[in-house]
């Protein structure tokens, strides 16, 4: 897939801009927001072109996912009550280490390309 590139370029900066904004924390958490919507939408995507992707890459995707839904679920219900001490951890640190995680995917997938 010759479009492979753009959402690692897209993704690069949306992580980029996070981490820069991250000096301001306010404007870090909301670039964390955009940079989350990207990432589950391109995760969404790429789902469509399981069948494309090296057997490695689906096995971290799962991962990828496995670990939204636990975090996506846990601050449903959870809403971090009982994490009001440690609120950086577990909206900013948590967040950010999957996102770094979904990055490593996006790029493993463009060094190795999809199979044909």
């Given at each position: 897939?010759?479009?492979a590139d753009i959402p690692v370029?897209?993704?690069r900066f949306f992580m980029l801009t996070t981490l820069v904004l991250?000096?301001?924390v306010f404007w870090g958490l909301l670039a964390q927001i955009f940079l989350g919507a990207f990432?589950?939408?391109t995760g969404l995507f790429l789902l469509f072109f399981l069948n494309r992707i090296p057997e490695k890459i689906?096995?971290?995707?799962?991962?990828?996912?496995?670990s939204v839904l636990i975090y996506g679920?846990?601050?449903l219900i959870n809403k971090f009550e009982s994490f009001e001490d440690y609120w950086v951890l577990s909206i900013i640190?948590?967040?950010m280490g999957i996102?770094?995680?979904?990055t490593y995917i996006l790029e493993s997938i463009k060094k190795q390309g999809y199979e044909n």
């Open positions: 897939m010759k479009n370029y897209i993704n991250y000096l301001t990432q589950v939408l689906k096995k971290h995707l799962m991962y990828y996912w496995i679920a846990f601050y640190l948590v967040p996102a770094g995680y979904f």
